[in-house]
């Protein structure tokens, strides 16, 4: 099992910044990836960008430039971050930490809400 506390997200004026956070606990060994996803009002959930364990990142393309992900890791907990930069208002939406393990389960943050707004 896999544990995951989120932490960020908020209101941002259009062009400004926020980071999101994400701590994994539990069989931490066991991820292959860890990722954001988001999920606007009436829309699906959408990759915005992850991380394996090589370090090879993707992004979905309309955060590249402007989001970057990255990870730390010690003994007891893997930690994702996803740095928001020139955030427009079609960023608006709840962003979920997500964490694939070998064996094809995968683990889901509970979300927090990005609005981007004047």
């Known amino acids: 099992q896999v544990q995951l506390v989120e932490s960020g997200g908020g209101l941002v004026q259009p062009g400004g910044s926020l980071r999101l956070s994400c701590a994994a606990s539990?069989?931490?060994?066991?991820?292959?990836?860890m990722g954001w996803y988001r999920q606007a009002p009436g829309k699906q959930r959408e990759l915005v960008a992850r991380?394996?364990?090589?370090?090879?990142?993707?992004?979905a393309d309309s955060v590249k430039g402007r989001f970057t992900i990255s990870r730390s890791r010690d003994n007891a907990k893997n930690t994702v971050y996803l740095q928001m930069n020139s955030l427009k208002p079609e960023d608006t939406a709840v962003y979920y930490c997500?964490?694939?393990?070998?064996?094809?389960?995968?683990?889901w943050g509970r979300g927090t809400q990005v609005t981007v707004s004047s």
């Open positions: 539990g069989s931490i060994f066991s991820i292959y990836a």
């Open positions: 997500n964490n694939k393990v070998y064996g094809g389960d995968e683990y």
């Open positions: 991380i394996i364990n090589s370090g090879i990142t993707n992004y």
